[in-house]
């Protein structure tokens, strides 16, 4: 008897630990985060020390294990409505502004909601990990198919940061760019009053300012918050918030994108006020000031992306943070997660993954997640460069808008290694038209772009937002 009841308790225990382990990944909730350790406390430190006791003590293990089974499984039931519950004070606070119809009064009122940073700690390590240099860096960028020096091995998605690329182009390559430029129409509304060609420079400022946003025409409410749509006219969201860019120009194409924007307020708003218009700012959906951080960057001029999380490869030794889309989970679930993200500002052109290892090599994952942003006309940024993904090549089977990223530039954090990448940037451009290149605020970055900056006209090469790139790098 007391050997039936001890096994009947461990297979019990191993249930509540595994259910207890799924559920850490739905810390995006705190009462689901609070339940999940609760599970695993009592899977992993209580439980093993009944089947020591008498058949009596084991039947209460045993009922424990239950207990804590059920709990578990409610839990990870109502994950979904518990998502909606999170977003609704930010819905309803969206919808005053807009002074449209309010959600059904059925929804109740909004839980308080936990720091999603201090909830997820392996994204605060994400947030701050670097590489380590580990070699010098040459004044001039290689000619060859080699990875540039200063690279590390391939990057995986516990480095973040990592600065495997594909092969950089000759840095001599002519002047005018081999790859086609796209006609005038690209990266700008087709009714936008700066569709037609200007004379601006690189980085000057706008004149009129971007598109308010959100626009209600191409808004709707949901569950998650205010979400971008296609217009009943066929207006494309990212072109209607893209910033006006001279498509008459027949130049080389750089975009920069400075990521991890909103950790820090007051950072956030010195990279906004510092660097050019032109240089295209990315936001992470978590913190409660992204909405106001980007509206001030809308305002400065600069075209903005918010950050997805996915599941890397290492999940979940590394976590991207809550409400990441994982390749575990059902195509329905990925999509509330998606619609979450999207739900947390409006105005962005589209979205930069952020980690993605495993979500992005998994085409059964990946592809219904393009097919909602196609739907909902936004831009898909790959941002794995030197990595595999079947993202890019499946954009353009689904007919979604995407990038890729060329080059992380500041992997290593210094001058010269910095220049470097953004001089293979330059080769990447020449050769094939069009090149994005990803960044911290680090105060030396940003020192360095707006150096890099002054330089472009004279190299006859435009710096321009991430829309102005749109379908013009390979897919492969």
């Given at each position: ?203 000057s400022l706008v004149d009129p300012p971007l598109v308010a946003a959100p626009l209600d025409t191409i ?87 918010l950050m997805l999380p996915m599941e890397p490869t290492n999940y979940p030794q590394d976590d991207p ?156």
């Open positions: 008897m007391r050997r039936l009841v001890s096994g009947l308790i461990e297979r019990a225990r191993r249930l509540a630990r595994r259910l207890g382990e799924r559920l850490t990944d739905l810390q995006g909730v705190p009462v689901v985060a609070r339940a999940g350790r609760a599970v695993r406390a009592v899977a992993g430190r209580w439980m093993p020390r009944f089947t020591d006791y008498r058949p009596l003590a084991a039947a209460l293990g045993l009922s424990v294990a239950g207990a804590a089974v059920t709990v578990t499984w409610l839990a990870v039931q109502a994950e979904p409505t518990l998502m909606r519950l999170e977003s609704l004070a930010a819905t309803r606070s969206l919808t005053a502004s807009l002074a449209l119809p309010a959600l059904s009064a059925e929804a109740a009122p909004a839980p308080g909601s936990a720091d999603p940073i201090a909830a997820a700690p392996g994204l605060r390590q994400l947030i701050t990990a670097q590489t380590d240099d580990a070699g010098s860096i040459d004044d001039a960028p290689p000619v060859d198919d080699s990875p540039a020096v200063g690279d590390s091995p391939p990057a995986d998605d516990g480095d973040p940061d990592g600065s495997a690329t594909a092969p950089v182009p000759d840095a001599q390559a002519p002047e005018a760019p081999d790859a086609p430029v796209a006609d005038a129409t690209d990266g700008v509304p087709a009714d936008s009053p700066s569709a037609e060609p200007d004379s601006r420079l690189p980085g808004t709707e409410i949901s569950p998650f918050g205010i979400l971008p749509k296609i217009g009943p006219d066929g207006e494309v969201p990212w072109r209607v918030y893209a910033r006006p860019f001279d498509t008459s120009r027949d130049r080389p194409r750089v975009a920069i994108i400075v990521m991890w924007l909103g950790l820090d307020t007051p950072a956030t708003r010195r990279t906004i006020e510092r660097l050019p218009p032109d240089i295209t700012l990315g936001f992470m959906p978590y913190p409660e000031a992204t909405a106001d951080l980007m509206a001030e960057a809308r305002g400065d001029g600069h075209e903005t992306l943070g809550p409400q990441a889309l994982l390749a575990r989970l059902s195509p329905d679930m990925n999509r509330q997660r998606l619609e979450w993200v999207m739900g947390r500002a409006s105005g962005y052109v589209g979205v930069v993954s952020l980690m993605g290892g495993a979500f992005v090599t998994d085409g059964e994952a990946v592809s219904p997640m393009l097919q909602i942003l196609a739907r909902r006309g936004l831009i898909y940024v790959d941002n794995r460069p030197g990595a595999p993904s079947l993202a890019p090549r499946l954009a353009s089977e689904v007919g979604a808008s995407r990038a890729t990223v060329d080059r992380r530039i500041d992997s290593v954090e210094t001058r010269d290694a910095i220049d470097l990448r953004l001089r293979e940037l330059e080769a990447i451009a020449r050769e094939r038209g069009a090149a994005v290149g990803v960044a911290h605020a680090y105060p030396v970055t940003l020192d360095r772009l707006v150096a890099w900056v002054a330089t472009l006209d004279a190299k006859t090469i435009d710096l321009a937002p991430v829309s102005a790139l749109v379908n013009l790098q390979p897919d492969s």
